[in-house]
């Protein structure tokens, strides 16, 4: 029998509140990242935020550029903004950078056992957190260590910028320093850090900072209780890390320094630093650049397309499928080769959940990258080889760009302006969103059937 009009409206009023009140990760986290995103394109949008109108698909971009800790801007920021607007995009940046901590703490919390609440599941999932572990005093910590290292970033940056002439140094420094370990790459120069290629202190203090926010708040949190004896042996984690990330910022800076002319002609150290720096920029996803980059020879961009794809910690702030998503796609390739049906890392098992997250994510990130391209490749002008690179920073959060971000038209904006969003919400929603169905469905009756590959 047909469900009368009043029972129809009983079970659509229950759907509906089952939606706004069930603690979905996925939806936790597309609704934080945007409400950020439109909070800050408001601000913005106010004419006490601009020095010239801007337009408002200009003032959107910068608003999830800096929410999504991308640093792909079409309009120079101190150029177009007044200090409220930057004011604001600063802040965006700061909740962009800690706020996806807190925010992806949701999105893992449906993956956890039922615990003491809702606050100390997700804390203890999206940071390893281990349950004789005080979840408050850990968040305190990455708090405590986010402001302390922006404010000695900001007073070594100080007196650097001063002694160059920078207005408003003191205020540029703490931009600059929040925007680093945020691995934001806003800067308020318009050349980024050109115009301190030959200073190693500046290039030297921004790439520390970029790099202890690319670490994570988990790595350095393990690596305090380690130096300290309180804890016994670093987790598989941080030590997969901490050994891939030195390894791809080296290798990236050989590679450069061996195939860019434009590095490998200047002064030694100055191309050391150069090569170094701009490495690191890529694999930590924070999008400074201290060469100019529409003149990199093609294998430089190559290279730079590596390690923007695999970027940075999970516990971090960067961007990029992340270093241990990669590692455990590359165990999966060895296992396989091998004839092994266990992936390990470093000698540990790897969960199966975790190897199908990997995979997930790839999968989605290939197919999001090929859909934006063949929308730019319709909407815009430019190289198919600058289209790419262009969009593979905004989908990995990076913020390098050939000189194309200017140049493009509403709706590659636009386009470029979901990539930056998917970018931070899309993927790791949808790996969750597996897992999460993975962890709800029944086994199947149906026995598995062969497949050619």
């Known amino acids: 029998m047909q469900s009368s009009p009043r029972r129809r409206a009983t079970r659509l009023h229950a759907r509906v509140?089952?939606?706004?009140?069930?603690?979905?990760?996925?939806?936790?986290?597309?609704?934080?990242?945007?409400?950020?995103?439109?909070?800050?394109?408001?601000?913005?949008?106010l004419p006490i935020a601009q020095q010239a109108p801007v337009a408002a698909v200009d003032s959107l971009f910068i608003a999830v550029s800096a929410v999504s800790t991308t640093g792909l801007v079409t309009v120079d920021?101190?150029?177009?903004?007044?200090?409220?607007?930057?004011?604001?995009?600063?802040?965006?940046?700061?909740?962009?950078?800690?706020?996806?901590?807190?925010i992806g703490s949701f999105a893992w919390a449906a993956l956890s056992r039922p615990a003491n609440g809702l606050r100390d599941r997700v804390a203890r999932m999206v940071f390893s957190v281990a349950a004789t572990q005080d979840v408050r005093r850990f968040l305190r910590r990455v708090v405590i260590f986010t402001l302390v290292v922006e404010t000695l970033g900001a007073l070594a940056l100080y007196p650097r910028f001063?002694?160059?002439?920078?207005?408003?140094?003191?205020?540029?420094?703490?931009?600059?320093?929040?925007?680093?370990?945020?691995?934001?790459?806003?800067?308020?120069?318009?050349?980024?850090?050109?115009?301190?290629?030959?200073?190693?202190?500046?290039?030297g203090i921004v790439a520390l900072l970029s790099l202890l926010g690319a670490l994570g708040f988990l790595v350095v949190s393990e690596l305090w209780d380690r130096v300290r004896g309180h804890l016994p042996a670093l987790g598989v984690t941080s030590r997969l890390v901490l050994r891939a990330m030195?390894?791809?910022?080296?290798?990236?800076?050989?590679?450069?320094?061996?195939?860019?002319?434009?590095?490998?002609?200047?002064?030694?150290?100055?191309?050391?630093?150069?090569?170094?720096?701009?490495?690191?920029?890529?694999?930590?996803?924070?999008?400074?650049?201290?060469?100019?980059?529409?003149?990199?020879?093609?294998?430089?961009?190559?290279?730079?397309?590596?390690?923007?794809?695999?970027?940075?910690?999970?516990?971090?702030?960067?961007?990029?499928?992340?270093?241990?998503?990669?590692?455990?796609?590359?165990?999966?390739?060895?296992?396989?080769?091998?004839?092994?049906?266990?992936?390990?890392?470093?000698?540990?098992?790897?969960?199966?959940?975790?190897?199908r997250q990997a995979a997930s994510v790839l999968g989605v990130a290939v197919a999001v990258l090929g859909v934006a391209l063949f929308l730019l490749s319709l909407t815009e002008t430019a190289d198919f080889e600058r289209l790419l690179f262009e969009a593979l920073s905004?989908?990995?959060?990076?913020?390098?760009?050939?000189?194309?971000?200017?140049?493009?038209?509403?709706?590659?904006?636009l386009i470029i302006i979901a990539l930056m969003a998917i970018g931070r919400i899309g993927v790791l929603g949808f790996a969750v969103a597996i897992a999460l169905r993975a962890r709800r469905e029944a086994p199947s009756a149906t026995p598995p059937q062969d497949v050619a590959l």
């Not at 939606?19 to 949008?45: D, I, K, Q």
């Not at 945020?182 to 308020?188: H, M, Y």
């Not at 030195?246 to 050391?272: C, K, N």
């Open 394 to 413: 905004a989908l990995g959060t990076v913020g390098l760009s050939l000189g194309v971000t200017g140049e493009l038209s509403t709706a590659g904006k």
């Open 77 to 102: 920021p101190a150029g177009a903004f007044t200090t409220f607007g930057e004011v604001v995009i600063v802040a965006l940046i700061q909740v962009g950078g800690l706020g996806f901590m807190t």
């Open 162 to 203: 001063a002694a160059a002439g920078v207005p408003d140094a003191a205020w540029v420094a703490l931009f600059t320093s929040v925007s680093a370990f945020c691995t934001a790459g806003f800067a308020l120069f318009s050349d980024s850090l050109e115009g301190f290629a030959a200073d190693p202190l500046v290039l």
């Open 246 to 355: 030195p390894l791809m910022v080296l290798g990236g800076a050989a590679l450069l320094l061996a195939v860019e002319p434009g590095i490998r002609d200047r002064p030694w150290s100055q191309a050391l630093s150069a090569a170094l720096f701009q490495s690191m920029s890529a694999a930590t996803t924070v999008g400074f650049n201290s060469v100019p980059m529409a003149g990199l020879v093609p294998a430089s961009v190559m290279v730079l397309y590596l390690l923007m794809l695999v970027g940075a910690s999970p516990s971090g702030t960067g961007g990029g499928l992340k270093l241990t998503t990669v590692a455990v796609l590359a165990g999966l390739v060895r296992a396989t080769a091998r004839g092994e049906a266990q992936v390990r890392l470093l000698g540990t098992p790897v969960r199966e959940e975790r190897v």
């Open 17 to 45: 509140h089952h939606w706004l009140t069930r603690p979905n990760p996925v939806r936790y986290v597309a609704f934080g990242y945007l409400s950020y995103m439109a909070v800050g394109w408001a601000l913005l949008a």
